[in-house]
């Protein structure tokens, strides 16, 4: 027996061929954005052809998972709309086949493609961003009198700590230079102020040509270390309207060893993150261990009156609190409680220090394991997002029913932006430690698949999800919106009206109108206990709905104009809109006993009774008027 069969074959076929072109296109948008990310890292550099191929080749691996959701939403939506604007879905539903049969060599396709995209991001992933990382630090390394960055220190070249104000990137002139460099050691540094100059590579790459315009030079005289023990040390001034050193830098590009870059939780498999995840939370547990014995039973330390102190003892609690501190301090001399206070001041600041040092080691450490987590995380969540999207992309094609690159490429980037958000938001919130790493990593999933389950289930359904005719139906009764009738002269009358019956009707119907306005009296208050808890259905509403609407029909094949055009000013009656807000009685109840609820609905109620007693009074006019036309 054949597990795939023809028609699974001809899915499969279409499937594939989108799917590898949308592919390639999302792979290429991803690329752009990250190529604008480091931009500045590429131009100028001089770069060989190889070392830009491998650039692009790491970061297309890295952005492959990423990649591979959005194509299968994609695919699946242009495919299955594709089938559905071409009728082959209605084909094979009234062939008998369901929808889910249909799916299933699609879904097949995307269970291959979560499972190759966990492996992916486990294998290959890992060690391309290994690699990555290693080319991008060795970028920022080549020239870097491009990475010079404005109003701050840049200490990347050897024995130079460089300041500049401006630069101007069209013609490398920096503006407001401050250099401080030890050309010989600590004690021989040089201070240069210039007031612009620019920095170039030389022909054979080995060194930098710094070139400074209309400054000067502060230079210490003395190089010896006992200079530092005297208060003032000599120096020397040299002012130069231009000046050219030269700066041993070796820039050829050289890659670094990228195994430096083995402790970033990107470029580790799910192994070694369960390996680096236990080992940090060891860690953190030993040292809060560490920490809280510590703070505990700390150490105790006496002084003499001479200054000198006892070497420390450890203390337990108890004794601690059998001290009555207070005794002891009032108990010293002046001076040695001054002492005391200002020792104990002193600890003050050292454990205020020690805890804030304490604080921030313990952040990087956390957030460490946070990012670890995340990781791991990522790699099912990502894996998961292409059968979620299957699961959203394939139903909407079936409900849509719109091929091409226009209406799926708009939905399609719609919920792509949608889950990237709520992705971006709960793993930003994660990382920080706002939120818990588990439920930001995996909120992205518990949004989208209960969407994809329903649209699953309404394609299967044959729902009109995207119905736009009963959208505006809802709306319409929602906001108490009127229905205008569209009756246009007809060329071709095949049956003519009965005018004699007709007469007779319509002066019977605007006599039922008469009567009904004055016995239901619907100018007056509606009675909130009988809409809410005894509801009495109007018939007679109902009877008087089908009567005109049989009427409308007939009088639509009159060949007077004039009948016509008052065929459409007639009012479409709303047979229960003015006698309860739902159908069910217990909702009723419900929204009547809950009272500022109950009030809104009951105004609503009193404005349809006023709208239908004004249509029932200009329906007499119109059916008279008819009736005398005839």
């Known amino acids: 027996m054949r597990i795939f069969k023809r028609l699974d074959t001809y899915i499969l076929k279409q499937f594939c061929l989108l799917f590898a072109g949308t592919f390639f296109i999302c792979l290429f948008i991803f690329m752009m954005q990250f190529l604008w990310r480091y931009v500045e890292d590429l131009i100028g550099k001089g770069l060989s052809y190889a070392v830009l191929g491998k650039f692009f080749f790491y970061a297309s691996m890295t952005l492959v998972p990423i990649s591979l959701p959005l194509a299968l939403l994609l695919a699946s939506l242009i495919s299955f709309g594709n089938m559905g604007e071409r009728l082959e879905l209605l084909a094979m539903k009234a062939a008998g086949i369901p929808l889910l049969r249909i799916l299933r060599p699609v879904l097949i396709f995307a269970l291959i493609v979560s499972v190759g995209s966990f492996y992916f991001q486990n294998v290959v992933a890992p060690e391309s961003a290994k690699q990555l990382a290693a ?13 010079i960055p404005e109003g701050q220190f840049y200490n990347e070249i050897p024995g130079y700590n460089l300041f500049v104000e401006h630069k101007d990137l069209d013609s490398g002139m920096l503006y407001g230079i401050m250099i401080y460099t030890q050309g010989n050691g600590f004690d021989d540094t040089q201070v240069i102020l210039a007031d612009s100059g620019r920095i170039q590579t030389t022909a054979e790459q080995m060194h930098l040509k710094l070139t400074l315009y209309d400054g000067e030079r502060f230079r210490n005289m003395q190089n010896t270390g006992s200079a530092m023990d005297k208060a003032t040390v000599p120096y020397m001034r040299e ?46 547990d030993s040292t809060g261990r560490e920490q809280l014995r510590q703070y505990r039973y700390g150490f105790l330390q006496t002084t003499r009156l001479d200054g000198r102190r006892d070497s420390a003892r450890i203390v337990s609690e108890t004794e601690i609190n059998a001290v009555d501190f207070d005794t002891v301090y009032t108990s010293m001399p002046e001076m040695e409680r001054a002492r005391v206070a200002r020792l104990a001041l002193d600890r003050v600041h050292s454990g205020e220090s020690q805890t804030s040092m304490l604080e921030d080691f313990s952040y990087q450490v956390n957030r460490s394991l ?35 690159l226009g209406v799926p490429v708009v939905v399609s980037v719609v919920f792509f932006i949608f889950y990237y958000m709520v992705n971006i938001t709960g793993e930003k919130l994660a990382k920080s430690g706002d939120w818990d790493v588990t439920f930001g990593l995996w909120l992205s999933t518990l949004v989208l698949a209960p969407i994809g389950a329903w649209l699953t289930y309404k394609a299967n359904q044959d729902s009109a999800v995207f119905n736009v005719e009963a959208y505006q139906r809802f709306f319409r009764r929602l906001l108490g919106l009127r229905q205008h009738r569209n009756i246009a002269r007809k060329e071709v009358i095949m049956f003519d009206p009965d005018n004699e019956r ?29 809409i809410f808890f005894r509801y009495e259905p109007d018939t007679v509403v109902v009877q008087l ?32 809109a003015h006698t309860r807000p739902f159908r069910r009685p217990r909702l009723n109840i419900l929204v009547g006993v809950l009272f500022p609820v109950g009030i809104v609905l009951w105004l609503r109620i009193w404005r349809y009774r006023l709208r239908l007693w004004r249509d029932l009074e200009q329906l007499q006019k119109q059916c008279k008027y008819i009736a005398t036309r005839l």
């Open 239 to 284: 002012t130069f309207k231009e000046e050219v050193d030269l700066i041993p830098f070796d820039n050829n590009f050289s890659v670094m060893d990228a195994e430096l870059f083995n402790d970033n939780a990107q470029t580790k498999n799910l192994h070694m993150l369960n390996r680096g995840i236990d080992s940090i939370s060891h860690y953190i």
């Open 370 to 404: 946070r990012i670890h987590k995340l990781e791991r995380h990522k790699k099912f969540t990502l894996s998961l997002a292409c059968l979620m999207f299957f699961f959203i992309g394939a139903p909407l094609g079936a409900i849509i029913r719109k091929g091409g």
């Open 502 to 530: 007709l007469t007779s009707e319509l002066q019977q119907f605007a006599e039922d109108c008469h009567t009904y306005v004055h016995t239901h009296r619907l100018h007056l208050m509606p009675s909130y206990f009988k």
């Open 135 to 147: 080319l991008l630090y060795s970028m920022k390394q080549k020239s870097p009198e491009m990475e």
């Open 545 to 576: 709905s089908d009567r005109l609407e049989t009427i409308v029909e007939e009088l639509s094949n009159s060949r007077d104009n004039r009948v016509i055009g008052i065929l459409n000013d007639m009012p479409i009656l709303v047979p229960d």
